[in-house]
């Protein structure tokens, strides 16, 4: 079964850092750009952050630049998101996705879901 | 950046109506254009990518249309298990972005 398991949220002070994860299972991780994406309490879906299959071309949200990093590891089928210096804007649910492989030369639909981890920001 | 603009931003119908949403990009992105289905404490479901292509698996009382800046996603007889929030997403940028979401309530 295709699958994406988020990991890593929880209760942080602002200024903290947190790790999340995600662990892709049912495909060949290595074959597909991965993606983040958030939402937060009472809003809408937001883009945050997107990986190529080898690492070569990652991009950010500007509200993110600076303060999050993208990374993957196709040897243990992982995404990851590093997230410093949180803001209490940044509390929300975050997914991990898949891109669906056959969008546009600039980015795609994502096909495949995690369930998420929520990232709260509160003192 | 490329903006998304959804409307109604809540819509109330019935079981059996037929139920559009507009999505309005700020510049052209040709086709490429998704929609999702997202319930409370789910993930998003993708419906349509390309405008107008069915993902596999989604029942065919969806459909999409539209290219350039004006899109619309048609749910042809609402079923009990379509209220939800719908999100359009344009991918022809670096910053693929989505629309605020339309609530689908029952009247």
């Known amino acids: 079964e295709v699958q994406l398991v988020e990991s890593g949220g929880g209760l942080v002070k602002p200024g903290g850092s947190l790790r999340l994860s995600c662990a892709a299972s049912?495909?060949?991780?290595?074959?597909?750009?991965m993606t983040w994406v958030r939402r937060a309490p009472g809003k809408g879906l937001e883009w945050v952050s997107s990986i190529s299959r080898s690492s070569s071309y990652i991009y950010y949200a500007d509200s993110v630049k600076g303060r999050f990093t993208i990374s993957r590891d196709n040897a243990k089928n992982s995404l990851y998101l590093q997230m410093n210096s949180l803001r209490a804007e940044d509390t929300a649910v975050f997914y991990c996705?898949?891109?669906?492989?056959?969008?546009?030369?600039?980015?795609?639909?994502?096909?495949?879901w995690g369930q998420g981890t929520l990232v709260t920001v509160s003192s | 950046d490329i903006q998304m603009t959804q409307s109604p931003s809540t819509l109330s119908a019935s079981v059996g109506d037929r139920v559009t949403i507009t999505c309005r990009a700020s510049?052209?992105?040709?086709?490429?254009l998704a929609w999702y289905q997202q319930k409370p404490g789910r993930a998003p479901n993708l419906l349509i990518y390309?405008?107008?292509s069915l993902e596999s698996g989604v029942p065919s009382r969806f459909s999409g249309s539209g290219s350039g800046t004006e899109f619309t996603l048609t749910i042809s007889s609402l079923q009990p298990d379509d209220f939800a929030t719908y999100y359009c997403?344009?991918?022809?940028?670096?910053?693929?972005?989505f629309g605020q979401g339309t609530k689908v309530e029952s009247k």
């Open positions: 996705a898949r891109d669906r492989g056959s969008g546009s030369y600039y980015s795609d639909a994502f096909d495949i």
């Open positions: 049912g495909f060949t991780f290595s074959s597909y750009t």
């Open positions: 390309k405008a107008s």
């Open positions: 997403q344009q991918y022809n940028s670096y910053s693929p972005a």
């Open positions: 510049q052209s992105i040709s086709s490429w």
